[in-house]
């Protein structure tokens, strides 16, 4: 089975930065996009950031573009998201995910889901 493990979330505050990773295993990560989606409080589960490497095309939300960057993956399995800047609002559960093929922000094309890691951001 595909496992991925989401790590680095922590307490930070505004305006400071984090760096979360997601490993990937055993998926060798070819024909594959992984994405970073967050779920705060009481609100929908969004897509934050993905990355594909059929064309190392990237997806960013606009509330992140600008902030976050992801990158990695490939035969080093690790996906990460760097976040700077933060604000009380990025507050929420990270969670990554594995799908097939071009980096998407929908959901449903994720087959493969973690579990997820919490950042708080105070004010």
């Known amino acids: 089975d595909v496992q991925l493990q989401a790590s680095g979330g922590g307490l930070v505050q505004a305006g400071g930065s984090l760096r979360l990773s997601c490993t990937v295993s055993?998926?060798?990560?070819?024909?594959?996009?992984i994405g970073w989606f967050r779920q705060a409080s009481g609100k929908a589960r969004e897509a934050v950031a993905c990355i594909s490497d059929v064309d190392w095309s990237t997806y960013y939300a606009d509330s992140v573009k600008g902030r976050f960057t992801i990158s990695g993956g490939n035969a080093k399995k690790t996906v990460y998201l760097r976040m700077d800047s933060l604000t009380p609002e990025d507050t929420a559960v990270y969670y990554c995910?594995?799908?097939?093929?071009?980096?998407?922000?929908?959901?449903?094309?994720?087959?493969?889901w973690g579990p997820g890691t919490l950042v708080t951001v105070s004010s």
């Open positions: 055993p998926l060798a990560f070819d024909d594959n996009a």
């Open positions: 995910a594995a799908a097939k093929g071009w980096a998407t922000p929908d959901a449903e094309s994720y087959t493969y």
